[in-house]
T-cell receptor
């Protein structure tokens, strides 16, 4: 079974501080990992995906297969980063998307 | 304007009634999904469909039914058998295959009164 775990429901950091949102997964194969973000009153949208190795809005995430993790990081948090963040896994065979329980990030001015 | 549209935004239902939530996409996506979003539980997969006239149960399919008669449409029916139907429902769609992101609708908030 595929599962995604986000251990922190709530995370608060001060503006300018580094932030790390944790994500661990279990999957018997090579998954695709994503981070989705939901800003207040907006629809859920893609932030980044592991396969692209991109940095979006200063965020990066590295897939660590040994630790089965895909943590989201940003060196200097901004107030506009306050949102709900979901880690997601896509199974290669079934095309399903599985989501974690989400982490609500608050950046304190 | 391409995208995925859910309607209505808010829906009220009396206990014992079935209700159908609409999801339409004009992105030419093959796969479509229904999720339920509850506080503290994240997004849980109800049903998904990879192709017209085919769909699969997700983790919490009991009390729900779907159909996929057209590529663009994937309606979700919340039946009276669903014990706790009050929730926020999200529809998503994606192309099949690798490196394909999911696009989400704005959601429907269903309240049972």
């Amino acid at each position: 079974a595929q599962r995604v775990t986000q251990p922190e429901k709530l995370l608060s950091v001060f503006k300018g501080a580094p932030v790390e949102l944790k994500c661990n997964y279990s999957y018997s194969g090579s998954p695709e990992l994503f981070w989705y973000v939901q800003y207040s009153r907006q629809r859920l949208q893609l932030l980044l995906r592991h396969i692209s190795r991109e940095s979006i809005k200063g965020f990066t995430a590295d897939l660590n297969k040994g630790e089965t993790s895909f943590h989201l990081k940003k060196p200097f948090a901004q107030e506009e980063d306050s949102a709900m963040y979901y880690c997601a896994l896509k199974g290669i065979s079934g095309n399903q998307f599985y989501f974690g329980t989400g982490t609500s990030l608050t950046v304190i001015p | 304007d391409g995208g995925i549209t859910q309607s209505p935004k808010y829906l009220f239902r009396k206990e014992g009634q079935n209700v159908t939530l609409s999801c339409e996409q004009n992105l030419n996506h093959d796969a479509m999904y229904w999720y339920r979003q509850d506080p503290g539980q994240g997004l849980r997969l109800i049903y998904y469909s990879q192709i017209v006239n085919d769909f699969q149960k997700g983790d919490i399919a009991e009390g729900y039914s779907v159909s996929r008669e057209k590529k663009e449409s994937f309606p979700l029916t919340v039946t009276s058998a669903q014990k706790n139907p009050t929730a926020f429902y999200l529809c998503a769609s994606t192309h099949r295959g690798l490196n394909t992101e999911a696009f989400f609708g704005q959601g429907t908030r269903l309240t049972v009164v």
